[in-house]
């Protein structure tokens, strides 16, 4: 998109948007530091028993020997963390997938759209992991199940993000992709998407944020049922064998990915439509 942004102020906002985002860093860095000095002092000062809640330190030392192999250390966390993450990318990918071709056949049909406004009204408030059940009677114990269920969590805040932005989308942009007789895939790829991204990120940084969830509350209900699994069954197996620091230990871990993908969303969107003036950051 074209600006009459000379080069000076270009660099001079940058500037400030990276000193911007330096200092929120920075701020949340306290705040994290602040919570952990707070868990730690407050363990060891009201004397907490350590099997029921484990102070900060030993927490991060169960973490480190979980995910750095060498002497005295076991580093097998990484196995349960590479389960959990090709659970959600598969089913991530597969998501947004469905909710592109869904709401790009609602885009230009009437029935379409109605069957998909109906579809994400009733599936979208719906807690995905009470499908667990189902899945599990119709696929089994396996990755199916779980695809299954994290698919359903994700994909109903996407497609419904990409309605609204779809529904918003200028008449104008409509008219021109018309006018130059793009067919359905050129008009997808070329006009409703690129128009559609603010809209579609927020569709996506939600959806990842249900799935995460999703993951290891099903992974949890695996590791009751003796089945293994990824980051879930790694906590609930912990509790299992009363290894509380190892469990606070995954939950940790499930927290630090949460803010990491977090943070990828946001510079995906700095980089996208701030970059190019459709967003303000």
Known sequence: MATNETPAAGRKRNALVADLLRAGALKKLAVIVALAVSWEAAVRLL??????????????????????PGEGTRGELWAYIWETLSVI???????????????????????????????????????SIALLPM????????RESLVFVVVMAM???????????????????????HNYELGRLAMMTQILLPAA??????GLRVGWGFGWRTVVAAELVFGATGNGGGIGWYINNSRLFMNIADGFAGILLVIIFGLLT????????????????????
Do not use: C
């Open 47 to 68: 004397h907490v028993n350590k099997l029921l809640f484990p102070p900060f330190s030993d927490v991060v030392v169960r973490l480190a020997h979980g995910l750095v």
């Open 89 to 127: 990318l598969q089913s991530f990918a597969l998501s947004v997938a469905l909710a592109i071709a869904a709401t790009g056949l609602a885009v230009s049909n009437r029935w379409m759209r109605e069957v998909l406004s109906v579809m994400t009204g009733v599936f979208q408030p719906l807690p």
């Open 135 to 142: 899945a599990i009677l119709w696929f089994g114990f396996s």
């Open 155 to 177: 994909v109903w805040p996407i497609a419904s993000s990409l309605t609204v932005g779809f529904a918003t989308l200028s008449p104008t942009l409509l008219r021109l992709g």
């Open 197 to 202: 991204l603010p809209m579609m990120i927020s």
């Open 262 to 281: 977090e943070s990828i969303f946001r510079l995906v969107q700095y980089f996208t439509t701030h970059k190019w003036g459709t967003e303000s950051y």
